[in-house]
């Protein structure tokens, strides 16, 4: 049966002994799986990927199936699951072993998944699909997780720890984890205490560089670059991220040719588009004919080309590149 992920909490029933959580928020299908079931079903939790049951699925099964008159109820947790496990989990669920909870953990799992269906259509199953977090879910984590540990922040600095964490949950944690340190050592929390202790200023992620330029965010991309010393190698990924960006524009500027919904094309586009992206997308769409972008993917495959060959001037290679192509954004091929 299909359950909302709001709704989980309330819909635990000892008598349903088999879950499925997928989606793209990695975040809080961890957060529900530690937070509800692992304090639930506490005893005798293990865990496995997929990998390990495929290469040894007879094992996996023997240890599912025979039980020891010493071992306790198991929960058994089974992280990065495809279609590929279906049919043992099938053969498990259809022979319904005693003492045994099983919690699957996925990625995006389409309408024709096997695994979905059969999750969603038994009535001892339970089926959840966990979307991506909006401003407010993360703003609701966020001050939920503070409150717990009784510290007080302005929602100035909370609205600039949401940002920098690019709206994925786990690297939210991971800053509110710092903050809690920070406090802990009674140290003052101010908007430069924060900006130093997550090096949030100093250290720009790669993919806002590239979303800018493409944006024609002109101020804002040559302020990313100015702050900041590129190693090689973070050259060569920002010109592969350039590639990719573009590949992704290119594909929905040919869809848009069929279908004029841009919001539909965004909310269905695959590899999914999340929420804090959409509107930069629409940006460089704008800013960006289907022309130029096919122009740019051969001149930044050119650019990689040359960057290799001379390795001791690639940043200002990149430089001069960025440069040189603003002036192309406002002026037709």
Request: no cysteine.
């Amino acid at each position: 049966m299909i359950i909302k992920q709001f709704d989980i909490k309330n819909k635990i029933d000892r008598k349903i002994k088999y879950y499925l959580f997928h989606g793209v928020n990695r975040g809080l299908i961890e957060e529900t799986i530690n937070t509800i079931f692992k304090k639930k079903f506490s005893e005798n939790i293990i865990n496995y990927d997929e990998s390990e049951i495929l290469n040894n699925a007879d094992n996996f099964k023997e240890s599912i199936f025979n039980k020891s008159l010493f071992e306790s109820t198991k929960t058994v947790i089974i992280n990065r699951a495809t279609d590929k496990i279906f049919l043992h989990l099938k053969d498990i669920i259809e022979n319904d072993p005693d003492d045994i909870w099983l919690i699957i953990n996925s990625s995006i799992l389409d309408k024709k998944s096997k695994l979905r269906n059969f999750f969603e259509k038994q009535s001892n199953t339970i089926a959840s699909a966990f979307y991506e977090d909006n401003y407010q879910s993360l703003i609701n984590f966020s001050q939920n997780f503070l409150r717990d540990k009784n510290i007080k922040i302005s929602l100035e600095i909370l609205n600039l720890i949401i940002e920098r964490s690019k709206g994925d949950r786990i690297n939210l944690k991971n800053e509110l984890e710092k903050i809690t340190l920070f406090s802990n050592n009674n140290n003052p929390i101010n908007l430069n205490q924060i900006k130093r202790l997550t090096n949030l200023a100093e250290n720009y992620d790669l993919s806002e560089l590239v979303d800018n330029y493409l944006a024609k965010n002109e101020k804002k991309t040559l302020k990313i670059l100015n702050e900041n010393n590129l190693y090689d190698e973070e050259i060569i990924k920002i010109v592969r991220l350039l590639i990719q960006r573009l590949k992704r524009l290119k594909s929905i500027k040919m869809i848009l040719k069929k279908n004029n919904n841009l919001d539909q094309i965004l909310a269905s586009f695959r590899p999914p588009i999340f929420w804090k992206d959409k509107e930069i997308i629409k940006h460089q769409l704008k800013n960006l004919t289907l022309e130029k972008i096919k122009f740019l993917i051969v001149e930044i495959n050119h650019l990689e080309l040359n960057i290799k060959k001379n390795s001791f001037a690639s940043q200002q290679l990149l430089n001069n590149f960025i440069l040189e192509r603003f002036r192309l954004f406002s002026n037709s091929i």
